[in-house]
């Protein structure tokens, strides 16, 4: 779109990255649009490079700077927890018959808690694994190192120090097992349903009729963008979203009355997990839903609290399709905000 062009080639890539890319030009504007025939996550459906036309590059600039890779958290009890119970969940499902044994493509978001997670699949009882997502991860080169995973489709890396020399060392077997796309195919509406994704991302905190807030603390300060969630989640076969049930040392509940900020609605949201283990709430009417996530999900100190708010709303507002004490629900909220913790005093 640019009427000029200026081109960085920069020699701390591999250059071994060539080729890997499948860039799209099959999209049009509507109503001209045509199906985006990816049918597997192997699959290419174009070209390697970007277009350009040569009269709208004026300079090319000579760099040599590395990405800037941020080391991710060991992974600690909580996370260890949370991998674990996602991991039984879809164990069941497979027995159930909703899921085949090698599941279907993995979308992860970033962070602490999803590379555990990632890191919990390798050698499970899953293979081979896919991926169709939007960043890859540490997790993802070890599923792909170890062959659990065989071939992931992305349109960036999210990787630490270590991460980005393993893909540096390694790129000659990452090459043909890793796909980069432009953002509006990885993260197109139409082929992750089509693919039937299985999304797992992180939650800043739900409430207790799954409400996901993902992006901002106590509804006002941003912590980061809803990157590529809100694709996935409201096109996955099942959309999952992974907290601990608490933050600043049990200061905060991750589980709440009532979300301070929205991104992902309770129609979006399959499944609830934290430490303390899964609420499935596919199917489920919304004091079913609250009921699950109170019991499954909360932390045992908030627990108490969630349930007693939610009986007194069910007692106040008989019949109510989703009850909810207005002048309370952002009480605790307001209350951390107040006096450093949602703990009454």
Known sequence: MADRVILEVNAWQPAALEGMHDIYYGTA???FRKPIEILHVSDRIGVPFLHCPPEKIVAVVETNAPDRNSAFKPVDDTSQRIAEHLLEFLANEVKAGRLPASLLPLQSGVGNIANAVLRGLDGGPFHPLTAYTEVIQDGMLALLRSGTMSTVSATAFSLSEEGAADLHANIAQYHERII??????SNHPEVIRRL???????????DIYGNVNSTHVMGSSIMNGIGGSGDFARNAYIAMFLTPSTAKNGAISSIVPM???????EHDVHVVITEWGVADLRGLA???RAQRIIDNCAH???RPMLQDYFERASATAPGKHTPHLIEEALSWHARYLREGTMRPL
Do not use: K
Request: charged share 20%; hydrophobic share 35%; proline share 15%.
């Open 300 to 302: 045992p100190d908030y």
């Open 259 to 265: 979300v301070s900020h929205v991104d992902h609605t």
């Open 180 to 185: 980069l796309r432009p953002q509006e195919i």
């Open 286 to 288: 919304p004091r079913r």
């Open 196 to 206: 039937g994704c299985l999304a797992m991302n992180g939650a800043i905190e739900a």
């Open 29 to 31: 504007l509507p109503p």
